[in-house]
Each structure stands twice: as C-alpha cells, then as structure tokens.
C-alpha cells in the first residue's frame, strides 16, 4: 500500500488541532503529526523515520498556522492533567428564571392603554404578537425604560401612569 505525500495534507490539519494558543497549536500538531507520520511510515515505503520527521514539521506548521475556529479538538492533553479525569467540572452558569407569560387579561390592559396613549399595539385582544411588541418599545423608548419590548410588572406600572401625550396636568 503506497501513500502519496499530498495525502498527508488532510490529515495533518485534523490532528493538528488541539489548543487555542498558536504555540499550543504548533506543540500538539508536531506532536500528534510525528506519531501520525511514524505510523504512515511503518505502512508506506516512506519508513517510520521520515515519516514522523515530515509529520511533525507538516503537524506543527500546520497547528501554527490554523485558528481554533477552523478546527478545534479542544485542550491539548497536558492542559487536562494525566488523563484528564481528575478536571473538575465547570461550574454551571446561572440564569434567571424566565418571567411568566402574562395572561391575556393584562396583555389587553396593556394594548389598550397603549392605544389610548397614542401607541398602536394593533388590535386589543389579549394576543401579545409583533405590532404589540413595537408599541411597547416606542413606550420604552420614549419614557427612558430599557427597550426589550416585553411585558413585566415594571412596564405595566409604567404604562398604567403614563399621562396622554399633550394633557395637561395641574
């Protein structure tokens, strides 16, 4: 079985991957491309010599120059300990809890205080939809709110005490 040289190439940039630095790159694919090459080499008329030689250059240039998100296998292995088993897991992110969804009862107060304050939340239904959504962030906008276009408690309060665009007030 002969292996042509130019195969080599889509090899060596899979195994050369490991690492996110360029110097962890370089490390691992001269690494990895010499036990790749040796093998090639034990099976081909190349010999293992050379071909751990020619894998090691070609996996550590080729390490080098690739970015991890071209391809990523993820930390080298002396990152990770002897074995890797013994890395504690990461910690899980928290995240809030999302809101609950408002009932239609108060997705229609809001449109219809919307409405009434110049805003067009499109038809009072109770159906919270896109042209519900612009309204609220025109809302937002224009009172100083954070603009997300939800629904909450804080909105709703907002909305309730909004005076109509041109009233007066004494």
């Not at 293992?48 to 020619?54: F, S, T, Y």
């Not at 550590?60 to 080298?76: E, R, S």
């Not at 504690?88 to 108060?106: L, S």
Request: net charge positive.
């Amino acid at each position: 079985m002969k292996l042509k040289r130019h195969a080599l190439l889509p090899v060596l940039l899979t195994i050369s991957a490991c690492g996110t630095m360029p110097e962890e790159r370089a490390i691992s694919g001269a690494g990895i491309g010499a036990a790749s090459g040796a093998i090639v080499g034990a099976v081909t008329s190349l010999a293992v010599g050379p071909g751990a030689l020619i894998g090691a250059l070609g996996g550590g240039l080729v390490g080098a120059l690739t970015d991890k998100d071209q391809v990523n296998m993820g930390d080298p292995a002396w990152k990770q300990g002897s074995t890797g088993a013994n890395k504690p897991a990461p910690a899980p992110i928290a995240r809030a809890a999302p809101a609950p969804a408002p009932d239609r009862e108060t997705v229609a107060g809001i449109q219809s205080r919307l409405s009434y304050l110049g805003y067009n939340p499109g038809p009072v239904d109770g159906i919270y939809g896109k042209q519900t959504a612009r309204a609220i962030r025109a809302f937002q906008k224009d009172h100083g709110l954070e603009v997300d276009g939800q629904i909450s408690t804080s909105l709703e309060d907002h909305v309730m005490v909004a005076p109509k665009a041109g009233a007066y007030s004494i």
